[in-house]
């Protein structure tokens, strides 16, 4: 199986890219948002991908799949086991970074979610209602400053997330503009007590 591919853009097309690598030519289909940020990239330029790898009885014909990063990748993962979307379909859908889409999926802003292509209202409903809590971290993305959150950190921020929602009664939205905040506020959070600490700390004055 595929997982990780470099090597030198041959050409691009709508949905996908050509890649050599090692002398063999890869299609390598890419969500609307990734092939948007290759739009100043030509031909020769060395590239690099997180692949996920397709086949299937119905569909034997190996399909890659290309992420600029593992957390697209892991996203894209959660995104596919929503009923009605396979991973044809959301590549297509995948028009907007996925911390917007975890945001919106996160804050059940239906109206944001209906703006990707191919996904409907009922859709959108079922990727609420699959996704939500499940989402968080990627929705955090943006907090850090483009960095990475370290892989220990994620299980815990989705565990508070689901306590200020269920046990303390806010709103999914409101749940994690609040851990966003405190995740800025102290990026060095270690666990799910030290964050709902963090949360709930008065800022100074």
């Known amino acids: 199986m595929i997982g990780y591919l470099q090597g030198r853009l041959l050409k691009k097309e709508d949905e996908k890219i050509l890649l050599l690598v090692g002398g063999i030519g890869y299609e390598v289909l890419l969500p609307a ?19 996920y790898y397709h086949q299937t009885e119905r569909q034997p014909k190996p399909t ?33 970074p996925i911390e917007e889409i ?14 990707l292509p191919g996904i409907g209202k009922r859709t959108a409903q079922k990727i609420i ?15 850090s400053s483009g960095s990475t959150p370290k892989p220990p950190e994620a299980p815990f921020v989705d565990q508070v997330i689901d306590v200020l929602t269920h046990q303390l009664g806010h709103r999914a939205s409101d749940a994690r503009e609040l851990v966003a905040a405190a995740m800025a506020r102290n990026p060095e959070i270690g666990g799910p007590e030290a964050l709902l600490d963090e949360v709930y700390k008065k800022p100074a004055q």
């Open 33 to 51: 948002s990734v092939m948007a940020s290759l739009a100043s990239c030509d031909a020769g330029e060395e590239l690099s991908f997180s692949i």
């Open 64 to 96: 890659l799949i290309g992420f600029h990063t593992e957390e697209e990748k892991e996203f894209f993962q959660l995104f596919i086991s929503v009923e009605d979307i396979g991973p044809m379909k959301a590549v297509k859908a995948m028009g907007m």
């Open 102 to 115: 975890a945001g919106a999926i996160e804050g059940g802003d239906l109206k944001t979610l209906v703006k």
């Open 129 to 143: 209602a699959t996704l939500e809590g499940k989402t968080a971290r990627f929705a955090l993305e943006a907090v």
